[in-house]
């Protein structure tokens, strides 16, 4: 079936360093991609999304691009900030399916120290 | 201000004993989900709802009921079937239409005693 594998954290950044998280999805169809948030004791937030292949996602800094080549869709920002420690997800949407059944990664606990 | 709200933040369940989480959402939206999330684990669904009394078993419903009475609100019941229920577990509604988005409550952590 679809999965998604997103590299193991945590990860640990000082502030304005340059962030990667890996993200590699396995989907019988076109999916859509996204890239979540979860900030301590929330839920989560939708940060970015891409529908179809070399579309770039973008949002606060962030970016992910849906290569449908090497089926990943990397989250990248330039300079992160302390306010950008939390956990992040990528997922995918099954194709045709509603974007409520989604299936997520394990996530990647990011942490900034100033 | 428009949202979703899920009750308690915190939740005690003893032996034996079933219990019901709280989702309600005044966005007016028809779908609306539960997950789990346990540490290291990402989501995983347990039930779905695409509309009023109506509902469908996700990857994990085995040990929780839900039911779906009113468009607004969603309970998630994990019973005493269930015999890990220690997680964080998240409700959602999707907005639907060109534009769909996922709108995720802040939560309900659920331990053992």
């Known amino acids: 079936g679809d999965s998604v594998t997103q590299m193991e954290g945590p990860v640990t950044l000082s502030e304005e360093a340059f962030l990667t998280i890996n993200c590699t999805y396995t989907?019988?169809?076109?999916?859509?991609l996204f890239w979540y948030v979860q900030y301590p004791g929330e839920g989560l937030q939708l940060l970015l999304k891409?529908?179809?292949?070399?579309d770039k996602g973008s949002n606060k800094g962030f970016e992910a691009t849906y290569r449908k080549e090497t089926t990943s869709f990397h989250l990248e920002k330039g300079s992160v900030q302390v306010s950008d420690s939390a956990v992040y997800f990528c997922?995918?949407?099954?194709?045709?399916?509603?974007?409520?059944?989604?299936?997520f990664g394990k996530g990647t606990k990011l942490s900034v120290k100033p | 201000d428009g949202g979703i709200t899920q009750s308690p933040k915190y939740l005690f369940r003893k032996e034996g004993q079933n219990v019901t989480l709280s989702c309600e959402q005044n966005?007016?939206?028809?779908?609306m989900y539960w997950y789990r999330q346990d540490p290291g684990q990402g989501l995983r669904l347990i039930y779905y709802?695409?509309?009023?009394?109506?509902?469908q078993k996700g990857d994990i419903a085995e040990g929780y009921s839900v039911s779906r009475e009113k468009k607004e609100s969603f309970p998630l019941t994990v019973t005493s079937a269930q015999k890990n229920p220690t997680a964080f577990y998240l409700c959602?509604?999707?907005?639907?239409?060109?534009?769909?988005?996922?709108?995720f409550g802040s939560g309900t952590q659920l331990s053992v005693l």
């Open positions: 997922a995918l949407r099954d194709y045709g399916g509603s974007q409520g059944n989604l299936i």
């Open positions: 989907a019988t169809g076109y999916p859509s």
């Open positions: 891409a529908t179809k292949a070399d």
């Open positions: 966005l007016n939206h028809d779908a």
């Open positions: 709802s695409q509309i009023v009394n109506d509902f």
């Open positions: 959602a509604s999707l907005r639907q239409g060109g534009n769909e988005k996922l709108f």
